[in-house]
């Protein structure tokens, strides 16, 4: 993940699966919606940032509690 100052009052957010973390296009829309939800959850706590997030590997379906609360420790220590 990488975050940068906007300069606004509001975050925006931008999301790059590639065919390396997920072969099939229903798996590479499933990690960009969990990023977009756990983003929309949290977004006043990010106010002020661009933030791109480039997942490096796939999830299963036993680990995406976890993943959403990494990603929203993340989207914080980011912008701290």
């Given at each position: 993940?990488?975050?940068?100052?906007?300069?606004?009052?509001?975050?925006?957010?931008?999301?790059v699966?590639?065919?390396r973390?997920?072969?099939?296009?229903?798996?590479?829309?499933?990690?960009?919606?969990?990023?977009?939800?756990?983003?929309?959850?949290?977004?006043?706590?990010?106010?002020?940032?661009?933030?791109?997030?480039?997942?490096?590997?796939?999830?299963?379906?036993?680990?995406l509690?976890?993943?959403?609360?990494?990603?929203?420790?993340?989207?914080?220590?980011?912008?701290?």
């Open positions: 993940m990488q975050a940068r100052p906007n300069g606004r009052c509001w975050a925006r957010l931008g999301v699966v590639g065919k973390v997920a072969a099939l296009a229903v798996d590479r829309s499933f990690l960009k919606r969990l990023v977009r939800e756990t983003f929309r959850r949290h977004r006043e706590e990010v106010a002020g940032f661009d933030l791109l997030v480039r997942p490096r590997r796939g999830l299963s379906s036993s680990e509690d976890e993943a959403r609360e990494d990603l929203h420790a993340l989207l914080v220590a980011v912008v701290r």
